[in-house]
């Protein structure tokens, strides 16, 4: 038996102590109590007071996420700098008890061991769309359960796109009245839509902190802001309605980066993200703006002349920048994707989030070397949405945080997150299904050293942690069958039925007609620069 993620040093000894129902526990931290308690409820077993199990801490360190645990015949003791040590110690404690536990004597014998443990890195997260498909608080909250288990520590919460807006703004009543619903989704004829209150926002925020878990919001910008354009026309550069996106992919409506109307609003909105999240980070996006209408919008045009900038994609280092300086005044640090850094010109503070391939990855390679942090989410194999033949369970663990093209530069990389987008996520089973077992594999590259990590072993454990995942909050993981389909049949199945939810015609040609008229618009420019 290993623990998932694996332990940092692991020395086991001779001898074992025999946990059962009498068992007591001695504890002063309530969220750690609280931990071991639910834990215990689903084993049938109420928690006691005793000094069988002791939990210590110094207080030292309160940000130290090390701790050790000793188990000896006579007792098992947990000890940390730090209450967040301790809860990390539980979880641990969690597996040992569950891989040998007998359901019908509520008995389990752990072997005598000694356990040092620490990550590997500080950022470990997951994040969640519930735009594309909304999904309500109990969902959130039982990821939110489930992550804490594998040792995460960030919930990063996609909250605007295109499709929908979904949580509540003061000053902008408009963005949920009106831009939380879209009327259907690809055609099925049904609205769809939904989003969180202010006291939900602050009921998941507390939730996540007693498992040690920081929410950290996303208000993508300047792209995937149909939802926000389609509540406030004015907002865009062509000021004329739309309705909020009924189709996914990439969209043309995008914040207009040349009215003051844009910059009050995304510093309105970021004002309330900031009261609502004690998160030190903000995410503001970043990704995927295309710069069609820019190119068309007189404001935008005069904008750039007056900054004397060269093109749109430096609008757009300018309009971040904007972002980043805002949150800055309010004591916060923004994370973008990683397009942002195209222009070579975005502020040094900023935390670019790695997930896109290609000439990108050039990119990243330069803000990392010259001493940017990052967070990895590489889009293969760390997309959690995409079905298992395209990114497999073994991919997913064995895949180098630390890629090629910036070994000697660990210090940059923050940590790891795996994301879930839910274009074609509309239900839990499948939402369930996609991210487990593979954000356990992921966690394990977030918590334990490259040298520990073994696939076999990982694989044989993986069916304890499943168990844990599942008593805990009932998500039920993919079985290891369906994880890595070496079967070309199978797989070119699941392929093609995944496939077909991408083949919209009309999205495509209307890409094809953005492309053509840029291209046009490019070469128009071009002359026109040749004349002067
Ligand atoms: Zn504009």
Redesign the pocket.
């Known amino acids: 038996m290993r623990i998932i993620p694996c332990p940092k040093d692991f020395t086991k000894k001779d001898g074992s102590f025999l946990f059962d129902a009498e068992t007591g526990f001695s504890c002063d931290y309530e969220n750690v109590i609280n931990s071991i308690s639910s834990f215990l409820k689903t084993c049938g077993i109420g928690w006691r007071m005793g000094d069988d199990i002791k939990f210590t801490s110094d207080g030292s360190d309160s940000s130290s996420e090390a701790y050790t645990l000793v188990v000896g015949e006579d007792g098992i003791k947990v000890s940390a700098k730090s209450e967040r040590g301790l809860f990390y110690g539980a979880q641990t404690l969690k597996q040992l008890i569950l891989s040998s536990f007998d359901e019908k004597t509520k008995t389990a014998e752990i072997p005598c061991c000694e356990i040092n443990d620490e990550p590997r890195f500080s950022y470990r997260g997951y994040m969640f769309d519930t735009v594309r498909h909304f999904f309500p608080v109990e969902v959130v909250k039982k990821y939110i359960e489930a992550i804490s288990l594998l040792k995460l520590n960030v919930f990063h919460w996609h909250l605007s796109d295109d499709q929908g807006w979904r949580v509540q703004i003061d000053k902008y009543p408009r963005l949920t009245e009106h831009g939380s619903m879209r009327r259907e989704t690809c055609g099925d004829k049904k609205p769809h839509g939904g989003f969180y209150t202010k006291e939900q926002i602050k009921d998941v925020v507390e939730f996540a902190k007693e498992r040690f878990i920081t929410v950290i919001p996303e208000f993508d910008i300047p792209g995937h802001t149909r939802a926000a354009v389609s509540s406030y026309p004015e907002l865009g550069?062509s000021k004329k309605p739309v309705e909020v996106s009924t189709k996914f992919g990439i969209h043309s409506e995008i914040l207009?980066?040349?009215?003051e109307e844009s910059y009050d609003f995304v510093k309105g909105v970021l004002r309330e993200f900031a009261e609502m999240f004690p998160s030190k980070y903000i995410h503001i996006g970043g990704d995927e703006a295309v710069k069609h209408?820019?190119y068309k919008?007189k404001?935008?045009q005069k904008k750039m002349k007056e900054l004397g900038l060269r093109n749109e994609e430096e609008l757009q280092a300018y309009f971040t920048e904007k972002a980043v300086e805002y949150l800055k005044s309010l004591n916060k640090t923004t994370i973008c994707w990683n397009e942002s850094a195209n222009s070579g010109k975005l502020e040094s503070s900023v935390i670019l989030q790695f997930w896109s391939d290609g000439k990108d990855n050039e990119n990243v390679i330069r803000e990392v070397k010259n001493g940017r942090k990052i967070i990895v989410s590489k889009f293969n194999p760390y997309y959690l949405d995409y079905p298992y033949p395209m990114h497999s369970l073994k991919a997913a663990y064995e895949f180098e945080p630390v890629f090629h093209g910036i070994e000697g530069y660990e210090q940059n990389v923050l940590g790891v997150e795996s994301t879930l987008w839910t274009e074609w996520i509309d239900n839990t089973d499948l939402l369930a299904f996609r991210v487990f077992p593979r954000l356990t594999a992921v966690a394990e590259s977030a918590w334990c050293d490259k040298s520990k990590k073994d696939y076999l072993a990982f694989e044989n454990s993986l069916k304890n942690v499943n168990k844990l995942i599942e008593n805990t909050t009932g998500i039920k993981a993919a079985p290891l069958k369906d994880c890595n389909v070496k079967n070309p049949l199978k797989r070119a199945a699941i392929m093609m039925k995944f496939g077909m939810n991408l083949i919209d015609f009309e999205m495509i040609a209307r890409s094809n007609r953005a492309a053509k008229e840029m291209k046009k618009m490019r070469s128009v420019r071009k002359k026109e620069n040749n004349g002067k």
Do not use: I, L, T
């Not at 207009?256 to 009215?259: D, E, Q």
């Open positions: 550069c207009c980066a040349g009215k209408e820019w919008c404001d935008c």
